[in-house]
């Protein structure tokens, strides 16, 4: 199947967000949007969503890429973002998606990382929107201490003499400095978001979830938070053998991951053809 690829720029509020778009030439099954990874995270994956997006496409899922304002070819600086502002770009992103899409509905949230938390507030506002979770981040306060660890080891590890414990520079953070994390930099305001966020899928959630976690071996167990929501809704979890490629030194791919991820969701979307409902 050969498939359409679109660049374009998303208008929104405060500006606009560089898009790409990959979907069949063919009636689409179905549409999702990206939430991608925070940082460095997001471009150490680039590669790997391209893939996986070209991927879905020939599966017959159209999906959209965005990066979100003050990241990448977006208008805006990094230093500016909010979290919020964020969640206002994804609104955006599934407005067009829909209007391009009229009769497939809900859009699939693809999640990768700390996208987890842009997909928490959209969610909470549709129990029926289909999850594909890569890795998710769900303590966002949790993962600032891990991001401010980094820059406290880099610090350190270069010998310039400003290295600081994560309390210290917690500190700088709350007295309102912006401080430069992995060549981003993260204002207060964001900080306090990131802290602040938390994912978890809410009680009511119907939506189909498929949740996947790399590891350096396929039979490791899932993480707790993985386990917990399959408590609460139907979800699909699996432990997938690769390499963290959102966080290797080099550009790695785990093409297991877009193989699963791919397969998974077909079944996903036949299970529901065959109920004869939506999605």
Same mark, same amino acid.
């Given at each position: ?90 609104? *955006? /992103?599934?407005? #067009?998606?829909? &209007? !391009?899409?009229?009769?497939? =509905?809900?859009?699939? $949230?693809? +999640?990768?990382? @700390? ?36 820059? *406290? /080891?880099?610090? #350190?590890?270069? &010998? !310039?003499?400003?290295?600081? =414990?994560?309390?210290? $520079?917690? +500190?700088?953070? @709350? ?58 809704? @139907? ?45």
């Amino acid at each position: 199947m050969t498939i359409v690829q679109e660049a374009f720029y998303l208008p929104v509020d405060d500006g606009r967000c560089f898009a790409v778009y990959r979907a069949p030439h063919a009636d689409a099954r179905a549409t999702m949007l990206h939430l991608p990874a925070f940082g460095d995270e997001m471009n150490k994956a680039r590669a790997m969503t391209a893939c996986a997006a070209r991927a879905f496409a020939h599966a017959g899922v159209a999906v959209l890429q965005v990066d979100w304002e003050g990241c990448g070819d977006s208008s805006g600086e990094h230093r500016d973002a909010t979290l919020a502002r964020w969640v206002a770009n994804a609104r *955006a /992103a599934l407005t #067009w998606l829909r &209007a !391009r899409h009229p009769d497939v =509905s809900p859009p699939w $949230l693809w +999640a990768l990382r @700390a996208g987890a938390l842009i997909a928490a507030p959209l969610i909470a506002q549709r129990s029926d929107v289909p999850l594909l979770l890569w890795q998710p981040v769900v303590n966002g306060k949790q993962y600032l201490m891990q991001l401010l660890r980094l820059k *406290a /080891a880099g610090a #350190w590890a270069s &010998a !310039r003499g400003d290295a600081s =414990s994560t309390k210290a $520079l917690r +500190a700088r953070l @709350a007295s309102g400095e912006v401080l430069e994390i992995g060549g981003y930099d993260v204002s207060p305001a964001l900080a306090d978001e990131l802290e602040a966020a938390t994912f978890a899928l809410p009680v009511e959630h119907t939506g189909p979830v498929i949740w996947l976690e790399v590891s350096s071996s396929a039979h490791a167990s899932m993480s707790a938070a993985a386990t917990a929501a399959a408590h609460v809704a @139907a979800v699909k979890t699996k432990t997938i053998a690769g390499p963290g490629f959102w966080q290797s030194v080099e550009i790695e791919r785990c093409d297991e991951l877009v193989a699963q991820s791919s397969s998974l969701v077909a079944e996903t979307l036949d299970a529901v053809r065959r109920a004869g409902a939506v999605l």
